[in-house]
């Protein structure tokens, strides 16, 4: 978080025509007028772009098999996960053709920041407490 911490530190010297980018990033990154670390942090970003779409795409292949293999007790065949994995970033890409890539990114976090949150913090906060004080009531009663 620090890195992030001190480079969103660095933006805050451009905020009103860093408002308005973009990538603000890339604006940042260009006012440093070192091209080489400019191409080296695009690189970086793909690389983890690739990392996570790559885990994504395994996720959902790997969903699908598992309940595949449940109902006809066959494992999927690896032509199969192919195909899925395919038509998943088919899929992805005229998705992101249609919509534009800047503003899926910018929907598609703000999205899943919101299902993450009902999916993991709401059920804590409200079925984890209420468990965690069903159980201090019956062990003090």
Excluded at 108 to 121: D, E, M
Aim: charged share 15%.
């Amino acid at each position: 978080m620090l890195p992030a911490f001190l480079f969103f530190i660095c933006m805050c010297a451009f905020v009103p025509a860093i408002a308005g980018e973009a990538l603000p990033s890339d604006y940042l990154l260009a006012r440093l007028d070192q091209p080489w670390f400019r191409y080296l942090f695009q690189i970086m970003i793909f690389a983890a772009l690739l990392e996570s779409g790559t885990g994504a795409v395994h996720a959902v292949n790997e969903r699908i098999s598992t309940v595949w293999q449940a109902r006809t007790r066959k494992p999927l065949s690896t032509r199969a996960r192919g195909a899925i994995a395919l038509a998943l970033l088919v899929v992805c890409m005229l998705i992101a053709d249609r919509v534009g890539l800047v503003a899926l990114i910018a929907n598609g976090y703000r999205a899943l920041a919101y299902v993450l949150i009902a999916v993991y913090v709401v059920p804590l906060l409200t079925i984890g407490v209420w468990r965690l004080w069903k159980e201090r009531t019956s062990l003090n009663g």
